[in-house]
């Protein structure tokens, strides 16, 4: 898939989510493993943001900074939510540092990044969002597994760069949205979805993509 859409366009940029880690456990390799193998098949216009791989990049006169960022299960029952309902406790291979710990390593990460950077137009890119107000609750409900769909150890970001990062793009939770969060930065999410849900499907989910954004 990569490969097909890194032949449509000039330059592309990438973040890996939590289903490019799902041989793990299978290959018994670890996290890093992964990484390694996927940067060094990766296409050669494709530039990944991750902390293995790239902080940053310039695309004409915008800076894009990214990475994964994992989710934190901050809900005191998170963890037990996730533990029995996510193909993630079970497929991934976690080694020495969990879900939570590694959310907190991408945060201080793309903080990081994002204070290096002298450019005015900011693109952040990660695969799990900064923020609550991302999870529709009309449609999965309040509940403690919506924290793992969410990464709040970011938010801070959001208030730090609020006049510098011109859009936020996540994925991860599978609900279309294009909106100004609380700390006044625009966030969006375009997610395709899983193809078995989008072929022979009679109620396939949105997609409004290839989705074009000016900043």
């Not at 859409?5 to 890996?16: G, S």
């Not at 990081?112 to 695969?127: A, N």
């Amino acid at each position: 898939c990569l490969k097909e859409i890194a032949a449509k366009y000039q330059q592309v940029a990438v973040c890996f989510g939590n289903h490019d880690f799902y041989s793990t456990w299978r290959l018994t390799v670890t996290q890093e493993d992964a990484i390694a193998h996927m940067i060094e098949a990766a296409p050669k216009n494709v530039i990944i943001l991750d902390p293995l791989a790239n902080q940053s990049f310039m695309m004409d006169d915008v800076r894009f900074v990214g990475c994964n960022g994992w989710y934190n299960l901050d809900d005191p029952l998170g963890e037990h939510a996730w533990l029995t309902r996510m193909n993630d406790a079970r497929l991934i291979t976690w080694a020495d540092a969990g879900p939570v710990q590694r959310a907190q390593l991408h945060a201080d990460w793309l903080a990081d990044g994002l204070r290096k950077v002298e450019e005015d137009r900011i693109v952040v890119m990660t695969h799990v969002a900064p923020t609550k107000e991302t999870i529709d609750t009309a449609r999965y409900g309040d509940v403690p597994f919506n924290s793992a769909y969410v990464n709040t150890f970011m938010r801070p970001l959001l208030t730090e760069f609020k006049d510098r990062i011109k859009v936020w793009c996540y994925g991860h939770n599978h609900t279309p949205k294009d909106f100004i969060c609380q700390e006044g930065v625009r966030l969006v999410s375009e997610p395709r979805g899983y193809r078995n849900r989008r072929e022979g499907s009679d109620n396939p989910p949105p997609f409004d993509g290839p989705k074009l954004i000016e900043v």
